[in-house]
């Protein structure tokens, strides 16, 4: 009889791949990660994914969903979007790890230049939205009764003739968060073609919207496919107009203006006691994701120190119960108004051997 394999020793790479990929983590899933999660922090993670960790700063010992979704995940798929998935591939597999090290810097690499292109991309498409969009940044500081006053239509879809192929999908998911609108963005694919990525809100089944589409215009969409939330299609190169107004039509017929308004779940106040580097450590140290999500929590804030940190984020001073508080709001370097109300979480920040509480600011709007 011969020995059956550890699988065990694998369940960093199941952790990893049930994050990365947004898999829903029921309790059978949840555990899998769990255990993943715990020999990464107990130094018996695949060379591949220490070496992901190391050339992205961070602490493995401390390794936590987070890092799998937007940590090692990322730089995995800046591979396939900026040069060859094979890549990835082999810095998971290998076991030198000098080869793991070697690659990650090199994915690291790719991860950095798939940031820039996606920032000239989403400033070029936001200047195309401008115009349907005078109201400028919709997500965070917009009062909800300005969501769809001055917003874009039922959807947005969006050509550049030199928009990269690889990042378009990313491009379509930040623009759905800012709008709150179905997606696609499209780049040149060659041949005389056009891939488009497309992202959606929970009210549209984006497949099914797409079937929709390509049934009342069977010679507009060549090839599609995807599920609710996602899909991808392929038009002719002088295609896109026409698609943008069917998917437009068939959107609209499926939608109303109510489902385009965003909805914040949270888990209301926290009490100014509850409030403390002690939590925040326990929930950076259990497992969430996709259908459990991490706690959010909702209060008002006075803002008493604000400044400009790594071009586009904003490090906070916040007031609230009598005490001051740090804070984070990410991708966002214009200043805030005194008062605030704001969607947050909590965290543990280490910085310099000191550890701290401080608050991720997640949506934010004007109070008073």
């Not at 200047?127 to 109201?135: F, I, K, M, N």
């Not at 709150?180 to 780049?187: D, I, L, S, Y």
């Not at 400044?307 to 609230?320: A, I």
Request: net charge negative; glycine share 10%; with cysteine.
């Amino acid at each position: 009889m011969g020995t059956e394999p550890n699988l065990g020793a694998l369940l960093d790479l199941v952790a990893l791949g049930t994050v990365a990929d947004v898999v829903r983590l029921d309790d059978n899933n949840r555990l899998l990660v769990q255990q993943g999660l715990q020999r990464m922090r107990a130094g018996r993670a695949q060379p591949g994914i220490a070496a992901l960790f190391n050339a992205a700063g961070r602490d493995i010992r401390r390794a936590g969903t987070y890092d799998l979704g937007f940590v090692a995940g990322p730089r995995l798929n800046a591979a396939g979007r900026m040069n060859d998935m094979s890549v990835g591939i082999e810095c998971l597999t290998t076991d030198d790890p000098g080869r793991a090290a070697e690659i990650a810097r090199q994915l690291d690499q790719f991860n950095r230049q798939r940031r820039d292109v996606e920032a000239g991309m989403q400033e070029s498409a936001l200047a195309t939205v401008e115009d349907v969009a005078p109201q400028g940044d919709l997500l965070r500081g917009a009062p909800q009764e300005d969501l769809l006053r001055g917003a874009p239509g039922y959807t947005l879809s969006l050509f550049d003739a030199q928009w990269h192929q690889g990042v378009i999908g990313i491009l379509a998911s930040r623009l759905r968060e800012r709008f709150h609108r179905p997606t696609f963005a499209f780049a040149a694919a060659g041949n005389g073609e056009l891939k488009g990525s497309g992202r959606s809100i929970p009210a549209l089944h984006l497949r099914d919207a797409l079937d929709l589409v390509s049934k009342r215009h069977p010679e507009l969409i060549l090839r599609f496919g995807g599920h609710a939330a996602a899909a991808g299609l392929t038009l002719r190169e002088d295609g896109f107009a026409a698609f943008r107004d069917a998917f437009e039509t068939v959107a609209a017929g499926l939608l109303t203006p109510a489902d385009l308004e965003r909805e914040w779940v949270t888990d209301g106040p926290l009490p100014p006691q509850d409030l403390t580097l002690e939590n925040a450590a326990a929930l950076a140290d259990a497992v969430w994701g996709q259908g459990f999500p991490e706690p959010r929590f909702y209060d008002r804030f006075t803002v008493a120190g604000q400044r400009v940190v790594g071009e586009r984020h904003l490090k906070l001073r916040l007031q609230h119960g009598g005490r001051t508080l740090d804070a984070m709001l990410f991708g966002h370097a214009d200043p805030l108004p005194d008062s605030i109300a704001a969607t947050y979480r909590l965290s543990a920040n280490h910085y310099n051997g000191a550890v701290t509480l401080q608050l991720l600011i997640e949506h934010w709007h004007k109070t008073g």
